[in-house]
């Protein structure tokens, strides 16, 4: 009788190598991850918002997981997780798992098992919202030879109020606000012109409805240059509402009602914001805000504004520039978020030049008294630190208490995009990414990053790079320089002086300053010392320049320079080693020398 057959046993190893390779010959997605890894956890989100069903062995949880990797070391060369199979072929990491889903590779490795692609996209990438970050992302995009489309639909205002392409700060923010600031400041011109021999009869006035009209026509040329850039580009523009309805699809509704769809591989959120309304009785049916301003066909005349925005400042200061009666209600403090010292400076130079404030006031009802254009209207306000009630009459009353995100009824509730539901902004990580890989988003909905129109154009421009031209590059949201056009024009750049204080302790950081009087004021003598400017510095570290602010004329032209300077690593002794431009107003940050600390005046009487 033959002796009984011996049962052949495989070394561990061997049955390990067997067991890893039918895992990954036997799924049409095999990841091999750890529970607790950021990298593996966004894979994983890939292929769920891509409707795919994957096996994932957690090899935190097994026993035999650092022997796994060994493994998979020897079969592909990769030890690390996320470490991606798709029907047998091995895709990589997380990188690599991204970059070829965004080159369309993956979907075709998808598809392989099924002897057919994935249902090809209509576009490799949609833009919702056709502002600055929106059309500079969808323009980069399809430079890089990505079929792209741009879908944009303003929503009118209470009062009906529309515009063109653009979004805001082409149609109603940064243009027009600069150029009605800019005829308040001719104003001024004019009467400053006497002093420098300037002789004239004619009485002066001004017309807002030849103003108005003439920058509606530079902003119409604006609003064609974009859609012409859009088709030189070959990029698909459809003035409609868009709204998610599934994974990488959407809903196109125009003007008249009409629908249509569209999907693509990714999609970029660009949608802005717009003004916040006080929810009382009378504001949407009575009052305007920005929105409404810069087209608005008759003369405000008495104007009430609410807020302490940059907004409600900036608005302030060139009606009244203007010759508008003009009264700011404020609920607490000017210029939230800016250095409260540069805040409560310019607000002083708009009240020294015939601006109103009534603080610690917020209106609680909006009543019509009269028809007309611009008509009359009566405000009731309460007080914030008491029952105290006060009543005004005014012409207008212009809203400016802040902005709110233009992300509740895009369906993003319908594909798990998350959004933060007290302002609706978007959290995303450094690369503008949301929670849904295939989602991005740009520009003031992003939660925590910087509400500025350059800033959504380099996010648009960086993102596009990123996803279809192989960048690795982010946008820096470090140490923005940015000016607020007040009548005294305030700009600045880095920390104010209370977050440096609170980042580093007042022991730490030296603040240097100065009064300074444009060699331009002289003659018509007004306004000598009001005009400020201070460099804040880290003494811990070679006295850096952390925080720069300036108060005077041409602020923004001033800071850009001096924002590239702290973008470089400029420090106190760098800035005294600079020659200034003599005479000009910049000079005064290359030879300062007295510190907040030392106490010493730092007013001025002359040039």
């Not at 919202?129 to 792209?148: D, H, I, Q, R, Y």
């Amino acid at each position: 009788m033959p002796p009984p057959q011996q049962q052949v046993r495989l070394p561990d190893w061997d049955a390990l190598k067997l067991r890893v390779r039918t895992l990954i010959g036997s799924h049409r997605v095999m990841i091999f991850s750890k529970t607790y890894c950021p990298f593996c956890r966004k894979v994983k989100d890939l292929f769920h918002s891509l409707g795919v069903e994957c096996s994932v062995l957690e090899l935190d949880k097994t026993d035999d997981g650092p022997s796994i990797q060994e493994v998979l070391l020897e079969l592909t060369g990769q030890r690390t997780v996320p470490n991606v199979f798709v029907n047998g072929t091995h895709v990589g990491g997380c990188d690599q798992t991204f970059q070829a889903y965004h080159s369309g590779l993956l979907q075709k490795l998808l598809g392989a098992g099924k002897d057919e692609e994935m249902e090809p996209y209509d576009y490799d990438l949609i833009v919702i919202g056709g502002g600055s970050g929106g059309l500079a992302c969808s323009k980069e995009a399809a430079t890089l030879g990505k079929k792209v489309m741009v879908l944009d639909y303003v929503v009118p205002t209470p009062l009906g109020t529309t515009w063109g392409l653009g979004g805001t700060c082409v149609n109603v923010g940064c243009i027009p606000k600069k150029l009605m600031h800019q005829a308040a400041l001719l104003g001024q011109a004019l009467q400053d012109s006497r002093k420098f021999g300037w002789e004239y009869d004619q009485q002066v006035k001004h017309n807002w409805e030849a103003m108005v009209e003439a920058i509606q026509n530079y902003i119409g040329s604006l609003n064609w240059g974009y859609r012409m850039a859009l088709r030189d580009k070959s990029v698909t523009y459809i003035n409609a509402y868009a709204e998610f309805i599934g994974s990488h699809k959407i809903k196109a509704t125009n003007r008249k009602g009409q629908e249509t769809f569209y999907t693509a591989q990714a999609f970029v959120l660009a949608t802005g914001e717009r003004p916040r309304y006080l929810g009382i009785p009378g504001d949407k049916e009575y009052c305007i805000t920005s929105d409404d301003l810069f087209s608005l066909p008759y003369c405000p005349g008495k104007t009430l504004v609410v807020g302490a925005s940059y907004v409600a400042l900036e608005c302030a200061g060139f009606l009244a520039g203007l010759g508008m009666d003009v009264t700011v209600m404020v609920r607490s403090i000017l210029l939230r978020g800016f250095d409260q010292e540069m805040a409560e400076r310019a607000g002083a130079y708009m009240e020294t030049h015939g601006v109103k404030f009534i603080r610690k006031f917020v209106p609680v009802e909006v009543t019509k008294l009269e028809e007309g254009m611009p008509g009359k209207l009566k405000v009731v306000a309460k007080s914030t630190e008491g029952s105290q009630m006060i009543e005004g009459e005014y012409n207008t009353v212009l809203i400016a208490v802040g902005r709110d995100a233009c992300t509740k009824n895009i369906g993003l509730d319908k594909i798990g995009v998350k959004v933060n539901e007290k302002n609706g902004k978007i959290p995303a990580n450094d690369e503008e990414q949301t929670n849904v890989p295939y989602v991005y988003a740009v520009g003031d909905i992003l939660e925590g990053k910087l509400e500025l129109t350059p800033v959504a154009i380099q996010a648009g421009k960086l993102l596009a790079r990123r996803l279809f031209g192989g960048s690795n590059l982010k946008c820096d949201y470090v140490n923005v320089p940015t000016t607020v056009f007040t009548p005294l024009e305030y700009g600045c750049c880095g920390l104010s002086e209370e977050r440096a204080i609170e980042q580093l302790g007042k022991e730490n950081i030296e603040v240097y300053h100065n009064l300074f009087w444009p060699l331009e004021w002289t003659i018509p003598d007004r306004d000598n010392n009001t005009c400020y400017g201070k460099v804040i510095c880290n003494k811990l570290d070679n006295n850096r320049v952390i925080g720069f602010h300036v108060l005077g004329p041409n602020a923004g032209e001033i800071t850009q320079g001096f924002g590239a300077a702290i973008k470089c690593g400029i420090t106190k002794a760098l800035l005294d080693d600079t020659i200034g431009i003599h005479p000009t107003c910049a000079e005064v940050f290359t030879t300062m020398d007295i510190t907040k600390a030392s106490g010493q005046s730092i007013a001025q009487s002359g040039c």
